[in-house]
């Protein structure tokens, strides 16, 4: 294959090496999908002649694009993956001694830089698309320039993206960084909104099948088309729904996803003069470029993965996209000729969507990459020059976290342990089990259980199937964890060879399978240097099983009280519900650890506990002595909505054992029903639109004239309150009569609340001389609402606060009804009133009409 020199990208090649040409080079290439940029600026770099043997490496956000994009630069350049051009990922690589350019993603880079701070080897630093926002591309960027800055001058670096807010990278990058736009090569695109309506409200992949055909019968087949769904699972039922339409016989249908098999990801992509259906999730937004796509059909939505740093717990949600990547996905029908993106949502809805999708530092869990810093040079993680630095909870959190792991000490520095643990590519929790399981003599069934839990899942996602077994099938009685089973259908795939024709008998993943042998002979490589007497494959028990695993998830520990639910109580005021195919689910034993958790949507958001490990208390005290402790106070009964004291025996703050301690102190009862009410699970009668009309009259005197001294009334306050009206009680039933505004009227000061009524009133006088009620909602503008009959006359609006804060009108037809809502009635009767009253005339001839109010 020979490189196609039409593309747009060729443009900058003689200005892009010039400014390789200088130390410290920093380079921001723009140009958009499809113009070249992501398989030809690197071949710029190596056929540059200035680095001589070392390396260019190639940041890619996503796993499928480094290695497809690294297959397509060795093709086009004559070679085979893993010669001159390879790739490398976490857990799989292709390359060798030769290898110049490497396409690297997941942390590939920070983690060289635990091997050679200084970079000797690499010789230039691409960051691809960089608009995306991956956590590992951001903290990249920062250790390079920190590289180039300190000791590398030499290190050329690129950062390349489709769309860019270059202001903010060019000051971040500094002086004498050159920015190269590429207009690139694109055809218009036509948008069309099609949302789903009602008489056809149903499943998304039904309505996108129906919004192709539709498509078709009007223009025909002009192209490939291209299909965005958030996941695999609708994917899948997008292409069974596809195979079942009988219009679409002439098409090849592709999935394309990462956890396909290369050669099947590979079909979706090739070239191909037969028309093809491809549904993608979001990996075809950037990247990877299908030619020939002339129909975008997109449904709008991504799984994104985040973490929620208040309850540590991950979210996989089903999102909206932003508009940015909407663009970015229409642009794909315009990559080799005119095309049409269909989106299936409605433009006023477009136009409420972000601008663009949150930065990934901001959301996601920064244990890992907190630790890799630290393991690969920096010496205060809060100092660091973050491009955007993340939410300071979420890094609280994580610090937390690594600590807890011993991979910090209390002064946040690296110790021994966290030094060991940093060297092996797996998340904190699972380097803390590794590292102890090569001390106690465990390594190699302890790799295996980390490899399982960072592959593809063994078991497929699928209907079960006579001839399919499932993971209980490979469950024995005296199980005390959900990794067995697993265990023993991988060590079935491995006595037989990873046979395909036996991943078919036992409904096995094959590639899966191979993948998990990969990874844990991978891991076991790194940490058998630590190891003391590595045995041979055990079968786990809970003699050793438990006590590994507590070393890294003591922050999912987990009880059931009540062996009839699934529902569970999680260290950190969590709760979670347990898979009811768990090993844990079945048994008497209540306290285990879960070594998945994350908040998934279904028909409901669930926090899901899986592979869970039963533990026993003995264990925990054995590990953790200083955990646990007993206190006597007061708790709260759900069931009888009410206070009790209570003597609990505690591990951190999950309750182990409650029971009758004798009277309730009422400072604490008084304390756990208000924070009962402010959270909505309890209602007070007499707390109602009027008393959250005074908070918001109090907060806006707070906000526009505070030199009257009125202090804003925040959740703190609130709870103050509610303790004063809940005092004495220990139960719903004695508060939810009591009165409230006595609480809320000794709040004020007499002279603050003449201020309030002064600056705030609750109504206001118009020229029919009745008082006319001022509404007040918190976050909102103060409101009246008027007959236009009354406001005839008046020119100025109504104001409050001193004349600082105008009200808003609401302006009533003779019916009640509004008509217009304004906070210039002078500009009302000048501007819309004329239409008003020619609309109005007509309805109510009995009412005066005048022509200017």
Known sequence: ??????????????????????????LVVEAPTGSGKSTQIPQFLADSGLFGDREIYVLQPRRLAARMLAHRVAEERGGRLGDEVGYQVRFESAVSAKTRIRFVTEGILIRKLIEQPDLAEVAAVVLDEFHERH?????????????????????????????????????????????LVSEGRTYPVQIDYEPQRERHQGELWDHAVRVIRDHLKTHGIQGHILVFMPGRYEIQRTLEALKHANWSGGFELHALHGELPPVEQDAAVERNDRPKIVVATNVAETSITIDGVRLVVDSGLERRASFDSRRGIGTLHIEKISRASADQRAGRAGRTGPGVAIRLWSEREHEQREVATPAEIRRMDLSEAVLILCSSGVDSIRSFPWFEPPDPRGLDEALRRLRELGALDMQERLTDDGRLMGQLPVPPRFGRILLDAARQGCLEPVALITAITQSRPLFPLRKKHSAHLMPSDFVHDEDVSDFQPLLRAWRQMKENGFRREVGERFGIHIGAARDIDRIASQLVRVASRWAKDATEFAEPDEAWLGRILLGGFSDRLALRHNPS????????????????????????????????????????????????????????RERFPNDFQERDGAVWDERNRKVEARRERRFRDLVLESRPSGQVPREQAASLL??????GELNLKAWDEKVEAWFARINLVAEHCPEYGLVP?????RLLLLEQICAGATSYAQI????????????LPPHQADALDYLAPESITLSTGKPTRVHYRPGEKPRI?????????RKD?????????????????????????????AGFWTGSYPAVRAQLRGRYPKHAWPEYG
């Open 785 to 793: 609402s008027v007959l236009i009959q009354h406001l005839f006359g």
């Open 135 to 179: 956590f590992f591309g951001d903290v990249s960027l920062a250790r390079c320039l920190e590289e180039q800055r300190e000791r590398r001058p030499d290190l050329k670096i690129v950062v390349m993206s489709a769309t860019l807010e270059t202001a903010a990278l060019n000051a971040y990058l500094g002086n004498g960084t050159r920015h």
């Open 713 to 717: 009334v925040d959740d703190e306050a």
């Open 565 to 620: 639910t699934l529902s569970c109580a999680v260290i950190g005021g969590r709760r979670g519900q347990l898979e009811k195919e768990s090993v844990a689910a079945d048994k008497e034993a209540h306290l285990f650890i879960a070594g998945e958790m994350v908040e998934v949507e279904g028909k409901d958001v669930a926090v899901k506990l899986s592979l869970c490990t039963r533990v026993e208390e003995a264990w925990l």
């Open 1 to 26: 294959m020979t490189r196609d020199r039409s593309l747009p990208i060729f443009e900058l090649e003689s200005d892009f090496l010039a400014a390789l040409r200088v130390e410290n080079a920093r």
């Open 797 to 825: 609006s109504p104001t409050i606060c001193d004349g600082k804060v105008p009200v808003v009108i609401e302006i009533l037809a003779p019916n009640h009804r509004p008509v217009q809502v304004t906070e210039n009635l």
């Open 736 to 747: 939810k009569d009591r009165p409230v505004w006595n609480a809320l009227r000794e709040w």
């Open 674 to 679: 208000a924070e009962r009410v402010l959270s």
